[in-house]
Protein backbone atom coordinates (compact mmCIF):
# COMPACT_ATOMS: atom_id res chain seq x y z
CA UNK A 1 0.00 0.00 0.00
CA UNK A 2 1.69 3.19 -0.82
CA UNK A 3 1.75 6.04 1.67
CA UNK A 4 3.00 9.71 1.79
CA UNK A 5 3.77 12.25 3.49
CA UNK A 6 1.02 14.04 4.96
CA UNK A 7 -1.72 11.55 3.90
CA UNK A 8 -4.53 12.08 6.35
CA UNK A 9 -5.85 8.08 7.03
CA UNK A 10 -8.84 7.17 9.05
CA UNK A 11 -8.24 4.11 11.60
CA UNK A 12 -10.31 1.46 12.40
CA UNK A 13 -9.96 1.66 15.96
CA UNK A 14 -10.49 5.70 17.69
CA UNK A 15 -7.83 7.17 20.04
CA UNK A 16 -8.19 7.93 23.04
CA UNK A 17 -9.44 11.43 22.49
CA UNK A 18 -11.71 10.58 20.55
CA UNK A 19 -10.60 11.17 17.61
CA UNK A 20 -9.68 8.67 14.69
CA UNK A 21 -7.96 10.52 11.84
CA UNK A 22 -4.25 10.58 11.62
CA UNK A 23 -1.48 12.47 9.58
CA UNK A 24 1.21 10.88 8.38
CA UNK A 25 4.52 12.67 9.66
CA UNK A 26 7.04 9.84 9.27
CA UNK A 27 7.80 6.95 6.99
CA UNK A 28 10.09 4.22 6.51
CA UNK A 29 9.73 0.69 8.71
CA UNK A 30 8.23 2.19 10.91
CA UNK A 31 4.95 5.06 10.55
CA UNK A 32 4.87 8.17 12.27
CA UNK A 33 1.35 9.57 13.17
CA UNK A 34 -0.17 12.67 14.72
CA UNK A 35 -3.91 12.74 16.22
CA UNK A 36 -6.14 15.23 13.71
CA UNK A 37 -7.62 15.80 17.34
CA UNK A 38 -5.35 15.90 19.91
CA UNK A 39 -1.61 16.40 18.40
CA UNK A 40 -0.36 13.06 19.88
CA UNK A 41 2.35 11.50 18.31
CA UNK A 42 2.86 7.79 17.53
CA UNK A 43 5.36 5.33 15.83
CA UNK A 44 4.24 2.29 14.78
CA UNK A 45 5.39 -0.88 12.59
CA UNK A 46 4.21 0.04 9.08
CA UNK A 47 2.94 -3.79 8.72
CA UNK A 48 0.38 -2.83 11.96
CA UNK A 49 -0.91 0.74 10.22
CA UNK A 50 -1.65 -1.14 6.56
CA UNK A 51 -3.55 -3.42 8.70
CA UNK A 52 -5.28 -0.29 10.65
CA UNK A 53 -6.47 1.72 8.11
CA UNK A 54 -10.54 1.91 7.35
CA UNK A 55 -9.83 4.69 4.55
CA UNK A 56 -7.79 7.80 2.76
CA UNK A 57 -9.50 11.30 4.03
CA UNK A 58 -7.14 13.29 2.26
CA UNK A 59 -4.14 11.89 -0.38
CA UNK A 60 -0.97 14.05 -0.74
CA UNK A 61 0.23 15.32 -4.16
CA UNK A 62 3.07 12.76 -4.00
CA UNK A 63 0.79 9.95 -3.29
CA UNK A 64 -1.53 10.55 -6.02
CA UNK A 65 0.88 10.97 -8.99
CA UNK A 66 2.34 7.10 -7.24
CA UNK A 67 -0.81 5.67 -8.13
Known amino acids: MPLALNDVVQLRKPHACGGDTWRIVRLGADIGLRCETCGRRVLL ?23
Open 45 to 67: PRSEVERRIKRFVVRSEDAQGAE
